[in-house]
């Protein structure tokens, strides 16, 4: 395991979770630049991918997932975007419906089990690279980061050996695997009051947008009323993606009872301070089949790991490692 050590100026998981996202250096050598393409989906809708603007080449090629309202732009995706920039590395970036900055058209968004929208992007990208003489053959590297780290191992966990097939390997990093775990550790104290109003401002948004596509969906007076996580899931992701409700929801699309079934090398890094994600809600070595590395450090935060001697630091770290376990999978080192 490659050890994570915070800096001594950034104390705790509240802070290591705020400031690599608000402040740290994101990537060296100027801005990422993304090109965009359009997918229709096979249900008639539409996701936006971004694609590190560099020629195709004859090396591993990385996805990332983004986290809960996540994008190409958020702190995370640019360091790795940026990783694999200065390592050659061909890389894309999928939105989940509605985090492009334009809203789908189907009456249903993304949700932390979307394991049918994984499978037909990995299998998309897998074909796309297999089609080009530069890129047949080479690795595909999947890394999902919170909600999308849990969607990806759930995504794993149920194709077992199919899985090999799109990927050479995958990782999640900060996924809340047990997801009512994570969505009660949301829903108290300070992580209430800052993540879970930040959330709700974008996702209550999207949803009324949604609403005024297709109306009747739901009754936008429970919208109004919704102050946490639960409470939206309840009304808008549990119904609009096949769940009983909040509970069956959680209990369903949640990756951990999965994981011993993954058949591909698989990483799940979770730091112990995670605001988001309990300790205890983590799974152990005897919960995992041989193809799953754990690794837990002692801080870290919420996709945070920051470095550096002095502020702002910056969040190399993390594409590092992460990046270089997959590489190492794959038989193309770190």
Known sequence: ???????????????????????????????????????????GDFVDVDFLAQPPCAAPFVVLFHGLEGSSRSHYAEAFAGWARARGLGLAVPHFRGCSGEINHAPRAY?????????????????????????????????????????LLRWAGEAGGAAARSVSAVASVCAPLDLAAGASAIGHGFNRQVYTRMFLRTMKAKAAAKLAQHPGLFDPRRLRAARDLIAFDDLFTAPLHGFAGVADYYRRASAKPLLPGIRVPALALNALNDPFVPAASLPRAGEVGRYVTLWQPREGGHVGFAEGALPPGHVFWLPRAVGGWLLAQAGRGP
């Open 1 to 43: 395991m490659t050890i994570y050590r915070a800096p001594a100026w950034l104390p705790g998981g509240q802070l290591q979770t705020l400031w690599p996202a608000l402040r740290a250096r994101r990537v060296v050598g100027g801005r990422v630049a993304y090109r965009r393409e359009r997918w229709a989906t096979p249900d």
């Open 111 to 151: 949700h932390s089990g979307d394991v049918a929208e994984i499978g037909w992007l990995l299998g998309r990208l897998r074909a796309r690279l297999d089609a080009e003489p530069a890129t047949r053959g080479q690795p595909l590297l999947a890394v999902g980061v919170s909600l999308g780290g849990n969607a």
